[in-house]
């Protein structure tokens, strides 16, 4: 028998929580999203102003680091050392923008967290803060 672990909805709203007051610290305007260990979305936010482009990127991020079992900035540099594209992969779900970071526990990819809306280096700092609540 198989057992898999994944974030819980606790967990997920935790993330949810840290990333909007990063957000807030920050001065930035964003979405946020959470997911299992499928990529799979558990919850997400998206901030009054926030572009519902943002969330379509937090969904994609979430959805890449889970899949890939790394953040989404280094699966963007793996592919650009390679001289690969995204289409190879046949999948229009992946992205290899920053701000998509998998959890991982044990070994295990047990999901992910993802920020979008802000500059690239803003996303991955507010998603640190999220995978840093899902531990807590």
């Given at each position: 028998?198989?057992?898999h672990h994944s974030l819980s909805q606790g967990e997920a709203r935790a993330a949810l929580e840290a990333g909007?007051?990063?957000a807030r610290?920050?001065?930035?305007?964003?979405a946020l999203a959470v997911g299992d260990r499928t990529g799979e979305i558990i919850a997400c936010e998206r901030m009054d102003g926030a572009p519902a482009?943002?969330?379509?990127h937090a969904f994609r991020k979430v959805f890449t680091a889970a899949e890939m079992g790394r953040d989404?900035?280094?699966?963007?540099?793996?592919?650009?050392?390679?001289g690969?594209?995204?289409?190879?992969?046949?999948?229009p779900r992946l992205t290899n923008l920053p701000g998509g970071l998998a959890v991982i526990?044990?070994?295990?990819?047990?999901g992910a967290v993802a920020c979008g809306g802000a500059p690239s280096d803003v996303d991955i700092e507010i998603a640190r803060a999220m995978a840093a609540a899902t531990a807590a």
């Open positions: 028998m198989l057992v909007l007051a990063a610290a920050r001065g930035v305007v964003v482009r943002n969330l379509k989404t900035s280094v699966f963007g540099d793996q592919l650009r050392q390679r690969g594209d995204l289409v190879q992969w046949g999948d526990r044990d070994g295990e990819v047990v």
